[in-house]
């Protein structure tokens, strides 16, 4: 489990493409404090430590995750939002986050608003309905509170973020661009509430 608060910006320095992709990436933890076998979140992807060394360590990438993430993410050179997993007794500043990514967004603007921007990320159809204004989203690993939401004619969403300088300065979305992918992962209760709804309205039939 993870929280959406980001602690590194760690980059790929190197893939190999065995059975599954190994990415090694570079990072400012101390690495004698992970144990092989620890789960990291690689811009919202919970990914498992497999080898480490002093400021880098290791993770194995299945087709399956890089067919649900980014494509972009898994390249030589970018940048990825690291969080290690939460432990009992950690504050919990962001909110509740597996580390799955449900789906990709498209940034589709991106507006100065006094010192912070203004984010509009379509999201895809199946997961319309689990946005809410005010409600909790993860962003590439990110925790952010969606301000607006805009249901489309072809059944996605606009929803919109206001991501304020620490969170650019800290993070990715510093120099995100129009037209970017992102991982999006739904708040863990809107999820339980979808499907809650779901077993109400067929029993219902």
Not at 55 to 84: C, I, K, M, Q, Y
Not at 114 to 129: E, M, N, V, W, Y
């Amino acid at each position: 489990m993870f929280t959406g608060i980001i602690t590194d910006l760690g980059t790929i320095t190197d893939i190999e493409q065995r059975g599954d992709l190994h990415v090694r990436i570079a990072c400012a933890y101390d690495t004698d404090t992970i144990a092989i076998g620890a789960s990291i979140a690689c811009s919202g992807a919970c990914m498992t430590v497999v080898e480490k060394g002093p400021g880098w360590f290791g993770v194995d990438v299945s087709h399956e995750s890089v067919s649900r993430t980014a494509g972009n993410r898994w390249a030589v050179g970018r940048r990825l939002n690291l969080e290690r997993a939460l432990k009992v007794g950690d504050e919990l500043g962001g909110h509740i986050v597996t580390g799955h990514v449900d789906g990709m967004g498209t940034v589709a603007s991106i507006t100065l608003e006094g010192d912070s921007h203004r984010i509009l990320i379509r999201a895809p159809r199946d997961l319309a309905h689990y946005l809410a204004p005010k409600g909790s989203i993860t962003v590439d690993g990110i925790s952010l509170t969606v301000n607006e939401v805009q249901d489309e004619a072809d059944g996605s969403v606009l929803f919109g973020l206001n991501i304020i300088p620490h969170t650019s300065a800290v993070t990715t979305l510093g120099g995100i661009a129009v037209g970017d992918p992102v991982n999006l992962e739904i708040d863990v209760l809107a999820r339980y509430l979808g499907r809650m709804e779901q077993i109400r309205n067929h029993t219902a039939v």
